[in-house]
């Protein structure tokens, strides 16, 4: 991934944007990437987890509606914390989790080294003057 160039110009938008792509390109074939791919494709077809899913989703949604009108107790959040702990005791499911995270640790890795080029958090949202 490099800009070659017959003059010692500066990089062109579409020079950094060919390199963007190289770059989102080759981001895709890290193993971790593609363990992620594989992980994310066996929680889609195992259907105790999609069902766990659906259900701790239902009762998330009727937890934050509760929250919202003031009619959320600790019980509710028992429940809710119950369903999200079984979600993640399904063996395909804590996998796919703990891949995710190791994703998520490497693409903030790259952000890291992407950012110390730039002013700003690559990553982020590059705000105006009032944010800390």
């Known amino acids: 991934m490099s800009i070659e160039s017959d003059t010692a110009a500066d990089p062109t938008d579409d020079d950094v944007e060919e390199l963007a792509t190289e770059f989102g390109e080759a981001i895709t074939e890290l193993p971790v990437y593609q363990r992620y791919l594989e992980a994310k494709a066996a929680v889609e077809d195992h259907e105790e987890a999609q069902e766990a899913i659906q259900e701790f989703e239902q009762?998330?949604?009727e937890f934050q509606l509760a929250r919202q009108t003031g009619r959320a107790s600790q019980e509710d959040l028992r429940k809710l914390q119950?369903?999200?702990e079984d979600l993640h005791?399904?063996?395909v499911m804590s996998e796919y989790l703990q891949v995710q995270n190791d994703l998520e640790l490497r693409l903030q890795e790259l952000n890291e080294l992407v950012s110390?080029?730039?002013t700003v958090d690559f990553g982020?949202?590059?705000g105006g003057c009032c944010e800390d």
């Open 59 to 61: 009762l998330r949604e």
């Open 116 to 118: 110390e080029q730039l």
């Open 124 to 126: 982020q949202k590059a």
């Open 82 to 84: 119950d369903a999200q």
């Open 89 to 91: 005791d399904i063996p």
